[in-house]
């Protein structure tokens, strides 16, 4: 596997590509701020945040961004076996979409930095482990929307709580996330999950202060901090009542 380039892209004059005959490269592209168009073997899709194309080598492709309107986007240009199997495994997608940029973007700067070196200078095993954590990321995106488990709206709903747990959350910012009302949100997660949106904030918020107290030295207090309980009593009664020992027996015990 080859990755030729990686890159970002940002345009606010509109920006009009047209490939009749594609690329010689296998195209990978999340929009991640913005709208345009796109279209992918005489298919047209809309673009907008989360918005991933896929064009393989020599198919048609055109993008189109409207002028006045910043969009900015995250590509790839990609060749070799690994990358064929693994569109093929997944019916060969031309189109999907992520619940959440944030963690992606984060692995594509990285691969984007790295690229940018000369390439005496990169890390190319680290290069391909980030390339094929960003696929498998959106591996797990595309199988969440297909599952027969629960509507997509719902898995979007898990994981902006699972990026902002340890952060202020209400109620009100998840419901936000996906467009509904907080009563219709909270509905469907209880349905779905069996359990309540502050009921899986607070697990992901235990578990957190769990790898903390296993893996660092500071304080309880300051672990209740930074795993966003606000202060020490409010953990010590969840965390006791969770587990059935207080933070410094389990602490001690493990």
């Not at 903390?212 to 966003?228: D, R």
């Amino acid at each position: 596997m080859n990755i030729d380039h990686c890159s970002y892209s940002s345009h606010t004059d509109g920006y009009h590509d047209l490939r009749r005959e594609g690329f010689d490269y296998f195209l990978i592209r999340v929009q991640i701020e913005g709208r345009g168009e796109a279209t992918v073997q005489n298919k047209t899709y809309q673009l907008e945040q989360g918005s991933i194309i896929f064009v393989p080598p020599g198919v048609h492709y055109e993008l189109t961004i409207v002028p006045n309107q910043l969009s900015g986007d995250y590509h790839l240009l990609v060749t070799g076996d690994w990358l064929e199997h693994w569109w093929e495994k997944l019916d060969r997608p031309n189109f999907a979409a992520l619940s959440s940029t944030n963690t992606i973007v984060t692995l594509w700067r990285l691969l984007s930095t790295e690229k940018l070196r000369p390439s005496h200078e990169q890390n190319h095993a680290l290069n391909t482990h980030l390339f094929k954590s960003i696929m498998l990321m959106i591996e797990a995106e595309i199988n969440a929307r297909h599952s027969i488990q629960r509507p997509f709206i719902v898995t979007r709903m898990m994981r902006y709580i699972e990026e902002h747990a340890l952060e202020p959350l209400t109620l009100e910012n998840v419901a936000n996330e996906v467009d509904l009302s907080v009563s219709r949100a909270s509905h469907l997660f209880k349905h779905h999950t069996d359990t309540t949106m502050i009921q899986y904030a607070q697990h992901i918020k235990l578990e957190a202060a769990i790898n903390q107290m296993k893996y660092t030295n500071m304080t309880l207090e300051q672990i209740a901090f930074m795993c966003g309980f606000g202060n020490y009593p409010y953990f010590h009664r969840l965390f006791t009542r969770t587990y059935q020992l207080s933070p410094s027996q389990y602490r001690k015990s493990h």
